[in-house]
């Protein structure tokens, strides 16, 4: 199993940054990859970012150019930096991760509120 807690979230201005963090229980090496996604109110889960163990990533086309993710292995801790934010990026943002030993699995943080808005 992976615990998953995300912080970081928040009310920001439009213009603003926010750092996520995804801290795991366990050693992220373990992890084939692991994913930011958000979901607003009324609309699907969607993926906005995501990093493999390799270090690939891949993001959604709406945040390419404004987010970043990034790992720290020591730490078991993934990020999301997010720059010039605006309304539209308002959402419960998740982090989820895939286990190496079971690739068909996902687990699931509780997710952490961004709310950007003047």
């Known amino acids: 199993q992976v615990q998953l807690v995300e912080s970081g979230g928040g009310l920001v201005q439009p213009g603003g940054s926010l750092r996520l963090s995804c801290a795991a229980s366990?050693?992220?090496?373990?992890?084939?990859?692991m994913g930011w996604y958000r979901q607003a109110p009324g609309k699907d889960r969607d993926l906005v970012a995501r990093?493999?163990?390799?270090?690939?990533?891949n993001y959604a086309d709406s945040v390419k150019g404004r987010f970043t993710i990034s790992r720290d292995n020591a730490k078991n801790t993934v990020y999301l930096q997010m720059n010039s934010l605006n309304p539209e990026d308002t959402a419960v943002y998740y982090c989820?991760?895939?286990?190496?030993?079971?690739?068909?699995?996902?687990?699931w943080g509780k997710g952490t509120l961004v709310t950007v808005s003047s």
């Open positions: 990093i493999t163990n390799r270090g690939s990533r």
């Open positions: 366990r050693s992220i090496f373990s992890i084939n990859a």
């Open positions: 989820n991760a895939q286990p190496i030993e079971d690739l068909t699995r996902l687990y």
